[in-house]
């Protein structure tokens, strides 16, 4: 430990009051005198501690509904000085300003005051200006003053207080760290906030985000990698929880999940949802009466990849969900809730990792980073509805054809491109995914759905450029089509399914995934 401060004198101004009477009360007991504002003194003057208000400090009262309590040169000069400085210390003895060596600070929640719905005049209420002005000023003279935003802070700090004599230089530079990430991630939350436009794309994107965990390594081994949470937000995809780790989350576990269950909530309106993914594809996916009939179809799709996949579920898994899977080496099963015999059935297995996650919403921003920038899109929604849908062919299809087309074009918008779908009785048959040509991945559709291509439908992300993919699932025995149209070989490929007796629906919209 190196060049360690004494703190006689700390600033305590919290929102979250959690921990802050153990804190006031350890401080106290080490001499330390306390500094507060607000209804942070007055918490703390309940539990019996000597605590000075700001007020008694400043020479001023709270003013204009507390929006001014510590933006005062005697508060900020006293958390400013420099104590390297002589001519500092000198101009603080000249005004009558006592030196702050620790400074307790965390904000007014305005992420949360958002995420409720509030009103604009709340909202703006709760955009904090003297806590992160004390934070800023703590944290850029951390050579002489330690600043805590996070009550998770408070016990190691007591501690080197207390056996320390002091927080040393490496303590307060880490702590200034976590101060500056802490008021940019409020900082871009509220500029966020006021770039948001319905009526356009926003000027400004912030992200801001906090480590959970370091992971074992990133995509590969080669390549560090951790998981990290938006600060402020309800957690990864949403609030996820692990409720069964049979061993450590991976990387690609995290992508795999989040494309599974997003396809899972796509798919649910149509009945209890199963989907299994791998390498951020889906291999498998069905709708069924029960989920456990719907993930032993969903497996039947894809026998082979199905190992080491990803399972998904659109609601509740029940025992019998996990008791259909128990043959089958799965890496993660995720879903929004679990019965408890779930549970217990899913803990026997080995290497499981068990994940309860919200099914995600439409809406919101896809945001991909590149290297000095990014690219901002709205989230690709749900596919569109049945009224949109246009049927461009002499036959019509089927009633149930009609219920494969709708499912098939839902797993294709979720498959990356250039995707095309081979689906029968609300369950993939086959998947092309990620080809660099259409009729390339009807090619491999076909080759995985084998004999039950015959009977089934097909759904492509986007236009046939040529009528070869279509003539591709023709031959294999496929029924109905469904594509966004707009090729200027429409016709050729309309022409094609013409002559096979294969019903045609045009969605008007493409859904790539790359």
Known sequence: MTDVRPVRRALLAVFDKEGVVDLARGLSALGVELVSSGGTAATIAAAGIDVTPVEAVTGFPEMLDGRVKTLHPKIHAGILADRRRPEHGSQLAEHGIDPIDLVVVNLYPFRETVASGAAEDDVIEKIDIGGPAMVRAAAKNFVSVGVVVSPSRYGEVLDAIGTEGGLSLETRRALAAEAFAHTAAYDAAVAGWFASDDAAMPAFVGLAFDKVTDLRYGENPLQRGALYRGSGGPGVLRGAEVLVEGKEMSFNNWLDVDAALTLAADLEPLGAAAVIVKHNNPCGAAVRDTLASSYASAFESDTVSAFGGIVAFGREADEDAARAMAEVFTEVVVAPSFTGAALAAFAERKSLRVIRAPLPEPGGLDVRVLPGGA????????????????????????????????????????????????????????????????????????????????????????????????????????????????????????????????????????????
């Open 375 to 514: 690219l901002v899109q709205d989230a690709d929604s749900a596919p569109e509805s049945a009224a949109d849908l246009q049927v461009v062919s002499t036959r019509r299809p089927t009633e149930d054809e009609w219920r494969d087309l709708r499912f098939a074009w839902i797993v294709s918008m979720r498959v990356k491109s250039n995707a095309i779908v081979f689906a029968r009785e609300l369950a993939t048959v086959g998947v092309g995914a990620g080809q660099m040509s259409r009729v390339d991945a009807s090619v491999l559709a076909v080759r995985k759905a084998g004999d039950r291509a015959k009977g089934s439908v097909m759904a492509s992300d986007a236009f046939f450029p040529f009528p070869d993919a279509v003539e591709v699932a023709a031959d294999a025995g496929v029924t109905a089509v469904i594509h966004p149209g707009g090729s200027i070989r429409d016709e050729e490929v309309l022409a094609v399914a013409e002559a096979r007796g294969v019903a045609v629906v045009v969605t008007g919209r493409r859904h790539f995934r790359h």
